[in-house]
C-alpha cells in the first residue's frame, strides 16, 4: 500500500496479557517512529529506529514495552503484562530518511484496550 | 527537550471566521517545526513544516504558519473556516530523534 499500515485496528485484551502490535512502514522508508496517544498523557514518543543502527528506546515508559525491527521494515511493538494504565492508541509513523526535517507520515493507529 | 506550548484545547470558531492556533515553542535555538491535523479515528496528517527558509509557510487545506524567531512562535491560520477543518490539531518541534506533540487544540466550527 501506500501509507503507513497498522494492524490490528482495535485490540481488547485481559490485564495481564501480552500483545503485540505490527506496523509496516512506507516502502523504502528507513526511519520508523512509535508514539503512544492517550487521553491523560496526550502524544508521546516510545521508540525511534534508523537503518542498522541501534535503536533510541529511551521513550519506552518500562520494560515491559519493547520493540523490534526485523530486515529494516516491518516494527512489532510488544507490551508484557499488559496493565490497565497502557490503554491508549498507538501510532507508527516512517520517513524516507532520518533527517529532521522530514514530515512523519502516520498509521491510523491501534487502539488497545486493556479489561 | 524540544516542548511546546499549545492554549487553549478546546477552540470554537464560526464558519467563514478566521482560524487562529497559537504555538510557542521553548528552545533557545529554532528547531524544525511542524503542524499536524488528526481527524476522528485517523492518524496525524501533516498540515506544514518549517524547516529553514522563508519564514512564511502555505500549507494543505488553506493553512499558513509564520515562524517567529523573536516570539518563540509557530502560529497557525485559516482566513475562513470550513465545516471540514474540524479536528485536532498538534505542533510538533523535531529534535532528539521525535517529534515533540503539543497537548493539541480541538477545533469546533460553528455553522
Known amino acids: 500500500g501506500a501509507g503507513v499500515s497498522q494492524s490490528p485496528s482495535n485490540k481488547v485484551t485481559e490485564k495481564g496479557k501480552d500483545v503485540e502490535l505490527r506496523c509496516d512502514p512506507i516502502?523504502?522508508?528507513?526511519?520508523l517512529y512509535w508514539y503512544r496517544q492517550s487521553l491523560g498523557q496526550g502524544l508521546e514518543f516510545l521508540i525511534y529506529f534508523q537503518g542498522n543502527s541501534a535503536p533510541d528506546k529511551s521513550g519506552l515508559p518500562s520494560d515491559r514495552f519493547s520493540a523490534e525491527r526485523t530486515g529494516g521494515s516491518v516494527s512489532t511493538l510488544t507490551i508484557q503484562r499488559t496493565q490497565q494504565e497502557d490503554s491508549a492508541v498507538y501510532l507508527c509513523?516512517?520517513?524516507?530518511?532520518?533527517?529532521?526535517?522530514?514530515?512523519?507520515?502516520f498509521g491510523d493507529g491501534t487502539r488497545l484496550s486493556i479489561l | 527537550a524540544q516542548s511546546v506550548t499549545q492554549l487553549g484545547s478546546h477552540v470554537s470558531v464560526s464558519e467563514g471566521a478566521l482560524v487562529l492556533l497559537r504555538c510557542n515553542y521553548s528552545s533557545s535555538v529554532p528547531p524544525y517545526l511542524f503542524w499536524y491535523v488528526q481527524y476522528p479515528n485517523q492518524g496525524l496528517q501533516l498540515l506544514l513544516k518549517y524547516t529553514t527558509g522563508a519564514t512564511l509557510v502555505k500549507g494543505i487545506n488553506g493553512f499558513e504558519a509564520e515562524f517567529k524567531k523573536s516570539e518563540t512562535s509557530f502560529h497557525l491560520t485559516k482566513p475562513s473556516a470550513h465545516m471540514s477543518d474540524a479536528a485536532e490539531y498538534f505542533c510538533a518541534p523535531y529534535g532528539n530523534n521525535r517529534l515533540a506533540f503539543g497537548k493539541g487544540n480541538q477545533v469546533v466550527v460553528i455553522p
Open positions: 516502502s523504502g522508508h528507513t526511519a
Open positions: 509513523a516512517s520517513t524516507s530518511t532520518g533527517y529532521s526535517n522530514q514530515p512523519q507520515h
